[in-house]
């Protein structure tokens, strides 16, 4: 596994997690595959990423894009989050961050190409996205 190098670390988000609760925010905090404490790429995926082929570039970040919806309808259900209601509350947001938003984007990307099944699970709940860094801001 990897160590990050870069300069920012998670503590940007300290005053963030330390008010969610009086906001009634719930904050899951994912790191991507392959950071520090994730899980790390296989030697098949880490051979696609040094490679020098576009389209195993495009299948790769959708095959990370698909594990995000996967993991946003788990929580949906393991979590039972409520849906977006009439007046805004509920449903989820989602916050690239850094690197992250590499996934993030690839989530949005290809959504349209991910199991329908999934699809109609997440569709209800999907309310904000955020792309956050500091090359996004």
């Given at each position: 596994?990897?160590?990050?190098?870069?300069?920012?670390?998670?503590?940007?988000f300290?005053?963030?997690?330390?008010e969610?609760?009086?906001?009634?925010?719930?904050?899951?905090?994912?790191?991507?595959?392959?950071?520090?404490?994730?899980?790390?790429?296989?030697?098949?995926?880490?051979?696609?990423?040094?490679?020098?082929?576009?389209?195993?570039?495009?299948?790769?970040?959708?095959?990370?894009?698909?594990?995000?919806?996967?993991?946003?309808?788990?929580?949906?259900?393991?979590?039972?989050?409520?849906?977006?209601?009439?007046?805004?509350?509920?449903?989820?947001?989602?916050?690239?961050?850094?690197?992250?938003?590499?996934?993030?984007?690839?989530?949005?990307?290809?959504?349209?190409?991910?199991?329908?099944?999934?699809?109609q699970?997440?569709?209800p709940?999907?309310?904000?996205?955020?792309v956050?860094?500091?090359?996004?801001?």
């Amino acid at each position: 596994r990897r160590q990050s190098n870069s300069p920012l670390k998670t503590g940007n988000f300290s005053k963030l997690l330390s008010e969610a609760r009086s906001c009634n925010l719930r904050i899951i905090a994912l790191n991507r595959r392959d950071y520090a404490g994730s899980t790390a790429y296989s030697q098949d995926e880490l051979e696609v990423i040094g490679s020098k082929h576009d389209a195993a570039h495009a299948t790769f970040l959708r095959e990370r894009g698909l594990e995000l919806a996967r993991f946003l309808g788990y929580l949906i259900i393991d979590l039972g989050l409520p849906r977006v209601n009439e007046g805004g509350q509920g449903g989820l947001a989602l916050l690239g961050w850094s690197l992250g938003n590499i996934v993030t984007l690839a989530f949005l990307r290809h959504i349209n190409s991910y199991p329908i099944e999934l699809m109609q699970t997440l569709e209800p709940y999907l309310k904000h996205f955020f792309v956050y860094g500091e090359y996004f801001s």
